[in-house]
Structures are given as structure tokens and as C-alpha cells.
């Protein structure tokens, strides 16, 4: 028995046993000086550099759903980081409040841009990271500013959309879109209308872009959170609160979605 114990503590003294989802929260600063914090995840087994992916968050901000999709992505081999859209990693489970984030950072285009610039390139410069293959995803505000970002030919392979607004002040022209786009959208979502959905593939096929549009069936807005269902009715008292709810099925069929994406577009 001792020699076993002694054998066990020297593997694990090699690290060989140790390999875990390493994370830390880096702070940053936006182009304004806005002070941003940025959360980041990579798995310390893999040797070496490996696609890069940026996490954007939520209406509700740098939470720790959002946190857990970078580590999520981690898991399956990316360097993640989820970025700050708010300023001083700021979150909230109260609508209206979110609502005040959210239009104070979308308030400007080319500001919004410039913070998600930011972001990437903080994402670039952790050692972990291959800066020539780099991707975007992003969940309902976050959804709508990486398509924003691949409308206006910001350079990742793919960007991917999980439920999130598709108008946009800055649409798609032929040739501006440089990555494989891909929306997932839930096929009950009061908050975006399929009259949404269609004008944004008729935006893309005018522009010539690789994108492919699922629909999941029965799914709400915020399909993959599964704190959605409560998130409804947070902060409302007896008030009805926004129509969201987590759909299991969806949650995993999307993500599936996303890793066939990233297997064609970073090779992994």
C-alpha cells in the first residue's frame, strides 16, 4: 500500500494527473479607456497554440452562464475568452437595468466595434492562442454584435449566433462578409419574428455570404440559457417579464451546430 501511495504522489507531482480548465479574469482597456474585465479559459493538457474563440454575452452581461460557455469551449480544445461589452465585467438579472447597459453600448456602431476589437485582441495575445484562426460566437445582444462584426468584415472564420436580434444599422454588402455565418433561432421566439429571419437571409444573399440559418423547433428566445426560465420573471414582482425560456433540446442541437462549423472553418 505504501509503495502504491508513494507511486500515486509522484504522478501526481509530474502534472501528468493535473491537466484542468485553467481561468482568470483579465482586465483591459476599451479604445475610450473604458475599463473592461475579460475572462478567460484553456485547457493546460493541450501542448501548443489553438483556435481562438470570443464569447460575447447576454442583454444581462459578464455572468456566470456567459463565463461558462468560455470554459465550455475550452473543454473541447479552444483558447476562450469572453468579453466585456459593459465595462467592469458589469451584469445584471433585472431587466430594465440590463436594458441601460445594453443602449449605452450599442448606442454607436463604430464604438461597439472598437470594444469588441478590443476584445480580440486581447484573445490574440495569450500565448495559447493561433491568431490566424480565430472565431466569434455570441448569445442574444451577443448574437446580434458578432453578425454586426461579420457584416462589416471583421476577419474570423465563423461567427455563430445563439438566439440573437438579426436587424442591424450596418448591414451586409456583396463581398463584406468574410466568415461562415451561422444563426440559430428559436423557432417560438416572440422577442425576434421570423419576418426577422427573412430579412436578414435575403440581407445575406444579396451580400453573397456563406451563412446557414436553424430554426429549433419549440424554442424560445434564450433557448440555451438554462437560467432562462427564471430570468423571465426576475425583477418583475407580479409583472409579466420577457419571453424566455431554455430548451434542452435546442441547448445541444445548436451547440452540436457550432462544432461541425468550427471542425470546417479552424479545423478543429
Known amino acids: 500500500m505504501s509503495r ?9 507531482g509530474t502534472g501528468l494527473a493535473q491537466a484542468e480548465i485553467k481561468t482568470s479574469e483579465i482586465p483591459y482597456k476599451g479604445p475610450d479607456g473604458t475599463a473592461l ?11 501548443g497554440k489553438r483556435p481562438g474563440v470570443v464569447v460575447v454575452h447576454e442583454w ?9 460557455r468560455a470554459r465550455d469551449l ?5 483558447s476562450a475568452l469572453a468579453i466585456d461589452m459593459y465595462g467592469e465585467g458589469r451584469n445584471t438579472e433585472h431587466p430594465a437595468e440590463a436594458q441601460t447597459f445594453m443602449k449605452a453600448a450599442m448606442a454607436s456602431a463604430p464604438a461597439a466595434k472598437a470594444r469588441f476589437l478590443a476584445g480580440l485582441d486581447l484573445l490574440k495575445q495569450q500565448p495559447q492562442t493561433d491568431s490566424a ?25 465563423a461567427v455563430v449566433s445563439f438566439h440573437g436580434p438579426l436587424a442591424t444599422a450596418t448591414p451586409a454588402t ?8 451561422l444563426v440559430e433561432h428559436g423557432g417560438k421566439d416572440s422577442l425576434v419574428p421570423m419576418a426577422a429571419v427573412n430579412a436578414f437571409k435575403e440581407e445575406f444573399d444579396k451580400a453573397g455570404a456563406n451563412y446557414r440559418v436553424v430554426i429549433q423547433p419549440k424554442a424560445k428566445h434564450s433557448f440555451s440559457n438554462p437560467d432562462a426560465d427564471r430570468l423571465s420573471h426576475a425583477g418583475h414582482g407580479s409583472e409579466k417579464g420577457p419571453d424566455l425560456g431554455y430548451n434542452k433540446v435546442a441547448d445541444e442541437n445548436s451547440w452540436a451546430d457550432m462544432q461541425a462549423l468550427f471542425k470546417e472553418a479552424l479545423g478543429q
Open 133 to 157: 484562426r480565430l472565431a466569434a460566437i455570441g448569445y442574444c445582444l451577443g448574437g446580434k454584435i458578432v453578425l454586426d462584426m461579420a457584416r462589416q468584415g471583421v476577419p474570423l472564420a
Open 60 to 68: 444581462w452581461g459578464l455572468d456566470n452562464y456567459i463565463k461558462r
Open 174 to 181: 456583396p463581398g463584406s462578409v468574410k466568415a461562415k455565418v
Open 74 to 78: 475550452a473543454a473541447l480544445g479552444y
Open 4 to 12: 502504491f501511495v508513494l507511486f500515486f504522489a509522484l504522478l501526481l
Open 37 to 47: 474585465i475579460g475572462y478567460y479559459a484553456y485547457d493546460d493538457a493541450i501542448a
